[in-house]
């Protein structure tokens, strides 16, 4: 009796089976030769993921061709070049070039990975409806996108939210101040932590927020360490504590705190009610919004603050232009100082140059998909 191995048919099927793994492959992990060329790396196809595991952003800055000389600028410059992590390219940087303006590259679309923030099944549904606008203006997406670009236009409702912080910020310097003739010292960076997070977080939800709540802060800070792979055994406590914060957002629309909220959050919470979001879903929806507002704002304000302390000289000229929007009035004997935000918005440009931070010392990469190919110069 002939073996199975031996079968025609069985190794019809066998090799069949092989050479669709292989040509799955190739799709998946392969690389066009018209495109730029990989980033190197050790190991095939999980190279990179185990670079960016162990270095994260600075991985970009280990496989640029043109490393810093400052010790301060992480810029890359040269042609992009997209590393292969797990059958996705990500491009890196563009530099100045010609092929970098050319109106022909096509707008990249974001495409929202749901799977981030766990959503139902029926939340994923509603969220994936039109989600790139190719049938109109509806849906939660593109709701959602004017809801909070109608929020941040200049004008009184972004004012409102940046008088709130500065309001918050200058209650949280004050605490700062030490009993008379004795001396404090703080930890900047967890200083500015807490009292970025406590500010923003009451311009955005209002003071009746989960954020209020150390606890849930903390949970924060600690569910940003999250992975695809497997998170409920290898990010066991990032799961655990994404979850408490989610909860505790239930709790906060449950309580009617959204009504006293900005109008960012009141323009998202009315986006998702008008499209049947459940609640259990607002609330996993907004922990993402919390990342968009929080996560890159307490470094920026590190950086910004220990490169201006660096340079005495800005800082001092820094000083001279917000003095000059200022109005000084005497009440009840005492001197007092008003500054209006809309004219230091105007009138600073070095103070200003502060976003430069983000450029000198911030990397992140954005979640964009090309819709189509597209060709320069052949």
């Known amino acids: ?52 595991s162990r270095s994260k952003f600075n991985y970009y800055v280990d496989l640029s061709p043109i490393q810093p000389e400052d010790g301060l600028s992480y810029l890359h410059h040269g042609p992009p070049r ?41 939340a994923q549904d509603i969220l994936a409806k039109n989600v790139n606008d190719d049938e109109g203006d509806f849906g939660l997406s593109m709701e959602s996108y004017t809801a909070m670009r109608d929020a941040l236009k200049p004008g009184p409702q972004l004012d409102d939210m940046n008088r709130v912080m500065i309001n918050e910020i200058a209650m949280s310097l004050d605490l700062l101040q030490p009993a008379k003739g004795e001396s404090r010292r703080v930890g900047m960076y967890a200083w500015l932590r807490d009292a970025i997070t406590r500010a923003t977080t009451r311009s955005v939800y209002s003071p009746v927020n989960p954020y209020e709540d150390k606890a849930i802060a903390d949970a924060f800070c600690l ?13 066991r406590k990032p799961v655990a504590a994404r979850s408490k914060v989610a909860k505790a957002f239930e709790a906060y629309y449950r309580a009617g705190g959204v009504e006293k909220a900005s109008a960012l959050a009141q323009n998202r919470y009315q986006a998702e009610i008008h499209n049947n979001v459940p609640l259990e879903d607002i609330a996993r929806y907004e922990v993402g919004g919390s990342i968009a507002i929080l996560v890159n704002t307490a470094p920026s304000a590190f950086w910004t ?28 004997g005492s001197t007092v100082k ?21 450029r000198h010392r911030s990397m992140g990469t954005s979640v964009r998909e090309v819709m189509e190919d597209t060709y320069l110069d052949r």
Not at 36 to 45: D, E, R, T
Not at 87 to 104: F, I, K, V, W
Not at 105 to 118: D, E, N, T
Not at 312 to 329: F, H, M, N, Q, S
């Open 223 to 235: 569910m940003s360490i999250l992975v695809r792979f497997l998170p409920s055994l290898t990010a």
């Open 82 to 122: 997209p590393e292969d992590v797990r059958g996705n390219e990500t491009g890196a940087h563009l530099d100045g070039s010609e092929a970098a303006q050319d109106p022909r590259i096509p707008a990249y679309r974001g495409q929202v990975r749901v799977q981030g923030l766990w959503a139902s099944l029926e």
């Open 1 to 52: 009796m002939p073996s199975v191995a031996s079968d025609p048919a069985f190794l019809l099927v066998f090799t069949g089976i092989i050479t669709l793994t292989y040509l799955a492959a190739r799709k998946m992990f392969g690389h066009d030769p018209r495109e730029p060329p990989l980033a190197p790396q050790s190991l095939p196809n999980v190279g990179q993921m185990v670079g960016l």
């Open 305 to 332: 603050l220990l490169l201006l302390n660096s340079h005495p000289g800005l800082r001092d000229d820094i000083r001279k232009e917000v003095d000059a929007c200022t109005t000084t009035a005497i009440e009840n």
């Open 338 to 358: 008003a500054l209006d935000i809309t004219t230091l918005k105007e009138s600073c440009p070095l103070l200003l140059s502060y976003q430069e931070v983000l």
